[in-house]
């Protein structure tokens, strides 16, 4: 793997692991659309949309549109993978935060919205 390639989205993806990492009680406030969709879940869509985004044109870039289908699958299921372990992180590890299904499906359709993104 050349980091030539790679680096954009390895960085966003720290960005997301600090990002996740803030104590809840130190973001701001915002006001509440909805009960089922916060802004904060916009949020997890952007983070993970920009993220699979990324990730999408380096590897396409860097394999000239071989192993399409792999590089698809394999970055969508990394992604839900790393929106499952900061769920997971923040819920038992991070005390200071919530992870909770919610933020995950917001991860997920963040997930499928860069894979769109993408192909547009």
Same mark, same amino acid.
């Given at each position: 793997?050349?980091?030539?390639?790679?680096?954009?989205?390895?960085?966003?993806?720290?960005?997301?692991? !600090?990002?996740? +990492?803030?104590?809840?009680? *130190? @973001?701001?406030?915002?006001? &509440?659309?909805?009960?089922?969709? $916060?802004?904060?879940?916009?949020?997890?869509?952007?983070?993970?949309?920009?993220?699979?985004?990324?990730?999408?044109?380096?590897?396409?870039?860097?394999?000239?549109?071989?192993?399409?289908?792999? !590089?698809?699958? +394999?970055?969508?299921?990394? *992604? @839900?993978?790393?929106?499952? &372990?900061?769920?997971?992180?923040? $819920?038992?590890?991070?005390?200071?935060?919530?992870?909770?299904?919610?933020?995950?499906?917001?991860?997920?359709?963040?997930?499928?919205?860069?894979?769109?993104?993408?192909?547009?």
């Amino acid at each position: 793997m050349s980091l030539k390639f790679h680096w954009p989205w390895i960085a966003w993806l720290g960005g997301i692991v !600090i990002a996740t +990492s803030i104590p809840g009680d *130190s @973001l701001p406030d915002a006001i &509440i659309f909805q009960d089922w969709m $916060k802004p904060d879940k916009w949020i997890h869509i952007g983070l993970f949309a920009v993220l699979v985004f990324l990730a999408l044109r380096s590897y396409m870039i860097q394999y000239q549109g071989k192993y399409y289908r792999f !590089i698809y699958a +394999s970055v969508l299921i990394i *992604s @839900l993978g790393i929106g499952a &372990i900061t769920e997971l992180m923040q $819920k038992y590890i991070l005390s200071a935060r919530e992870g909770n299904v919610y933020d995950f499906g917001a991860d997920a359709l963040g997930c499928l919205t860069g894979l769109v993104i993408f192909n547009l």
